[in-house]
C-alpha cells in the first residue's frame, strides 16, 4: 500500500530565485520539487505520489544555454501508494449501480466491485439502490467497506490506477 522510494529528479530554478548566500537557494529547491512532485501525480511503477519525506543530496547546478535558469540533479527519499493483489483494504462507496459499486480508497478514484464477487448480496432498487444480504447488512453510497484487490490497470493517458476488488474471503464487506 505505501512504499518508501528514493528518487532522483531534476529540478529547474528560475534565475531571477537564485540568492548568492545560498540559504535562499535550497528553499527554493525544495518548493520547486515538492510542486513538480505532486504535479507528477502517479508512475506505473511506483504509483501515486504522496509526500516528500527526505532531500538526500543536491548536485551541482547547470545553466541551461537558452534560459539562463539552472538545472539541479536531486535525490530525494518520499512516500508513494499503490495497490497489490491480494492486499486487503478499505475504501468508500460513492456510486451504487445494478451490476456493482465503484469505491475511493485514497488516491485512487476508480475502483469497482462487481455483483458477482459480493457474494450473497442482492441488489434493490429504489431512489437510492444498494445491495443487501439476508443479515440486513448494507451496500449503499458512503459505506465503507473492507475487500480484496483482485487486479490493478494503470491508465497512462489521465495518469492514474484502476482497481478491480472482491468480498470473497473471510471478514472482508461493510465495516461496522
Known sequence: MFLKVQMPWNVIIPADSLDAKGLMLKKAIVIRLMDEFASKKATKDLGYFMAVTTL??????????????????????????????GEILQGVIHKVLKHGVFLKCGPVQNIYLSHIKMPDYRYVPGENGMFMNDKNSKIEKDVIIRFIVIGTKWMETEREFQALVSLEGDYLGPVS
Request: charged residues 25%; proline residues 3%.
Open 56 to 85: 538526500e543530496t543536491i548536485g551541482e547546478g547547470r545553466v541551461r544555454q537558452n534560459t539562463g535558469d539552472v538545472l539541479f540533479p536531486v535525490f530525494f527519499s518520499g512516500i508513494t501508494f499503490k495497490m497489490f493483489r
